[in-house]
Nanobody
Framework: VQLQASGGGLVQAGGSLRLSCAASGRTVNNYIVGWFRQAPGKDREFVAAIGWSGSSIIYEDSVKGRFTISRDNAKNTVYLQMNSLKPEDTAVYYC?????????????????WGQGTQVTVSS
């Protein structure tokens, strides 16, 4: 599975961005897909994950109510809608695929990763 993350950019605080994670080479329709982020000098951290049917979703506490993860299995793509962005959301965002039954937050659970897309939120 090859994953391609896109949609990052520079936005002012309070603004919105929508990230996309497009899969190729193999369908991810039976995979958990998660978003993680890594800020400069920090470890990669969990942001959100979605089950294969879209009915099972988990979020990291700091993004609840602001970010929404969704998927379109017909397009083999998972999205992360990010609203009310804050400067502390600035990071490189990565998507990963995990062949599991329920969404998980641990990085080591994910078998495939995209290359990352930069999100910068200015104050």
């Amino acid at each position: 599975v090859q994953l391609q993350a896109s949609g990052g950019g520079l936005v002012q605080a309070g603004g919105s961005l929508r990230l996309s994670c497009a899969a190729s080479g193999r369908t991810v329709n039976n995979y958990i897909v998660g978003w993680f982020r890594q800020a400069p000098g920090k470890d990669r951290e969990f942001v959100a994950a979605i089950g294969w049917s879209g009915s099972s979703i988990i979020y990291e506490d700091s993004v609840k109510g602001r970010f929404t993860i969704s998927r379109d299995n017909a397009k083999n793509t998972v999205y992360l809608q990010m609203n009310s962005l804050k400067p502390e959301d600035t990071a490189v965002y990565y998507c990963g695929a995990d062949l599991a039954i329920v969404p998980r937050t641990t990085i080591s659970s994910y078998d495939y990763w995209g290359q990352g897309t930069q999100v910068t939120v200015s104050s």
